[in-house]
């Protein structure tokens, strides 16, 4: 059986758990997720409804009558008011009101009259899984929990999936182990009474990009603020990164603002053109009250650090362990100096700027302000015309697309206008990795395809969905990482609420060649000086990356010495071993050894168990 180790347990903010509905047999397979510090939350009869681990201010659970309702997570709901909602509630699908109502992100678990919903967030920050087990079906908020206690081992054919740069959807979504369901951020999980039976439910859908930039950006500050607030209302020491890009600082002064005194954190780039410190102490100017900390570049943590010591337990690998030192670096400095929570401008990228792909159903409805535009991005991209033309004629449907990406995974990467204006990446393989693997993620390609539809038919919005998923498939282990660490990490861009606020504004005037994030910059006026919103670019720490690359190559070298990737014949162990002792290797500048890195980490992690698991305490 795979047990879990020691860093399965929870700091404040890694909130986990499953859930059970109230049934005898439901209650004899809840013993066997119990560990120890395991909490429970019991139904009316007694039997256990949820078992996990959490804090108290992570958790408000309320019952009244048949109803009860939990939200796991950072939310300001109060208890009464929640208690109103579970005394009027009649039918679980009157919950997608209430899920789409509130500020913050956090799971949200109801159970009615014996039947059971659960449901996490839009932007995949926080995720459901439900797998049968001894006959019963259940949810939990991490698929390696349950994998534990089924005594899976991870499928081999889902690792060769994972070495596909990138891991296209809905492949993506699907758990490492066999057996194991997710269940689509967009969806709400619903389990019968007699705790065999299972449906997905759709709760969320994006709103229609109809909002001019004046009628949105209002609407943009006032979510990005009840984000922010939703965090700093209980007042104390905050962390915030202040990087000097236009993300952090907007989420810095939003803090600034709060209730809470701020500490911030600005990690200068150790390149001597990047003009982060300067944007940072432009803003710090600013804010007289916080304790600005600059770190010292030398000392910051290159990309590949430290990859044989992580021994974190994920559900699923992570491009994230790249970064993993760099993110984690300074929180225990942050403790020192009291912080109980650390927040980031990770996300703004993905939601207040938004795909190009959206062009091509503008120049289909609105051609001369699409060329004119798409002339903009030729410039400022460097697109070729012939590359441009070609992507805007390609008009295959996503499956075709995801199609006929299978039968390429050898080509060369693609010209950035190509995914720029498509459906995003296609997906390709490397030449370390082995025809065996090749073949099963040439497979699972074709079965997906069949029946794939893409996040949105307009393949702009597709692309923006992608992304944030994306982006929330590494912050929400990044999240796992920064509790154990101590200090939880925060990233209120990725809120739903904020999420829906930036889609909900027209693409044409999110995106433009003519000005950096202007949805941001017009709803942060009057919050950041005018002076830190002049900013038009953003630091690309390419060199602490490709000084990583040198500086780690030793580290590389071991962790393909004794690959675990290798040992099960999806790897060329000779080949990755060749490439790490060349690190000055042009290809290796596209970050395509990332997937394959962060597979053979994620395994050797699972190799670092403790003893069985033990009984809990109610």
């Known amino acids: 059986m795979t047990e879990l180790h020691e860093s399965a347990g929870t700091g404040p903010g890694d909130a986990h758990f499953t859930v059970f509905t109230d049934r005898e047999d439901a209650d004899a397979v809840a013993r066997s997720f119990a560990r120890p510090g395991t909490r429970i939350l019991q139904h009316a009869s007694g039997r256990p409804w949820l078992v996990g681990q959490w804090h108290d201010e992570e958790i408000i659970s309320v019952r009244v009558g048949h109803a009860a309702l939990a939200v796991i997570g950072c939310c300001p709901v ?59 079906q259940v949810a939990a908020s991490r698929a390696d929990v349950l994998a534990a206690v089924l005594g899976r081992d991870p499928a081999e054919e889902q690792l060769a999936v994972r070495l596909l740069w990138p891991v296209p959807h809905p492949l993506a979504e699907a758990p490492m182990w066999r057996g194991i369901t997710a269940v689509s951020p967009q969806d709400a999980l619903v389990v019968s009474p007699d705790g065999r039976t299972v449906r997905h ?35 104390g020491v905050v962390s915030c990164d202040l990087s000097g890009g236009l993300d952090s600082t907007s989420i810095c002064f939003l803090a600034d603002r709060s209730a809470a005194r701020v500490v911030a954190s600005t990690w200068p780039g150790r390149d001597p053109a990047d003009t982060d410190l300067y944007w940072a102490e432009q803003a710090a ?56 929570l650390h927040l980031t401008g990770i996300g703004g990228d993905h939601v207040v700027w938004c795909s190009e792909a959206y062009y091509h159903r503008l120049l289909r409805t609105r051609p001369l302000f699409a060329l004119r535009q798409l002339r903009g991005f030729r410039a400022l991209w460097q697109w070729p015309l012939g590359g441009t033309a070609r992507a805007l004629a390609d008009s295959r449907p996503y499956g075709k697309w995801l199609a006929d990406s299978s039968g390429r ?30 073949r099963a993620a040439e497979r699972a390609l074709h079965e997906v395809a069949v029946t794939a539809v ?19 498939r590494i912050i929400r282990q990044w999240d796992r990482m920064a509790a154990r660490a101590g200090v939880p990490m925060a990233s209120p861009f990725l809120d739903d609420r904020v999420i829906e606020a930036c889609l909900a504004v027209r693409p044409s005037e999110r995106v433009t060649p003519w000005q950096y994030k202007p949805l941001l910059t017009t709803a942060m006026n009057g919050i950041v000086p005018d002076a830190c919103l002049r900013r038009t670019n953003k630091a690309a720490a390419s060199m602490d990356a490709s000084n990583g690359l040198r500086e780690h190559r030793a580290d590389l070298l071991a962790l393909w010495e004794d690959s675990r990737l290798e040992q099960m014949g999806l790897v060329d162990g000779a080949a990755l071993r060749r490439l790490a002792q060349r690190p000055a290797t042009p290809e290796l500048r596209d970050a395509i050894l ?14 670092r168990t403790t003893g069985p698991t033990a009984p809990a305490s109610a």
């Open 78 to 136: 109060e208890t009464a008011e929640l208690e109103r909602y579970a005394g009027r509630l009649r039918d679980l699908a009157e919950l997608d009101s209430l899920a789409r109502s509130l500020p913050g992100s956090f799971h949200l678990v109801a159970a009615l009259d014996g039947r059971l919903r659960v449901q996490g967030t839009a932007s995949g920050l926080r995720l459901v899984f439900h797998a049968c087990v001894d006959g019963v």
């Open 201 to 235: 439910s759709r709760w969320w859908t994006p709103p229609k990009p109809v909002r001019t930039l004046a009628d949105g950006a209002p609407l943009v500050r006032e979510a990005l603020a009840a984000a922010v607030d939703a965090r700093t209302r209980q007042g």
């Open 285 to 340: 100017r600013s804010m007289p009250d916080i304790d600005h900390v600059v770190w010292d570049a030398a000392a910051s943590p290159l990309v590949y650090t430290d990859l044989l010591g992580i021994d974190d337990l994920l559900d699923e690998p992570t491009i994230g362990v790249m970064d993993r030192s760099r993110v984690l670096h300074h929180l225990p400095a942050m403790a020192e100096r009291g912080s109980r």
């Open 409 to 438: 995974l050898r080509d060369p990467l693609p010209a950035t206008v190509t995914t720029s204006l498509g459906w995003g990446m296609p997906p390709r393989l490397f030449g370390w990795v082995t025809p065996d693997a090749e």
């Open 454 to 472: 893409p996040l949105h038919p307009d393949r702009g919005l597709h692309a923006d969905l992608e992304q944030i998923l994306s982006c929330t």
């Open 594 to 607: 990332y997937s394959t890195i962060a597979a053979e980490v994620w395994l050797r992690g699972l190799n």
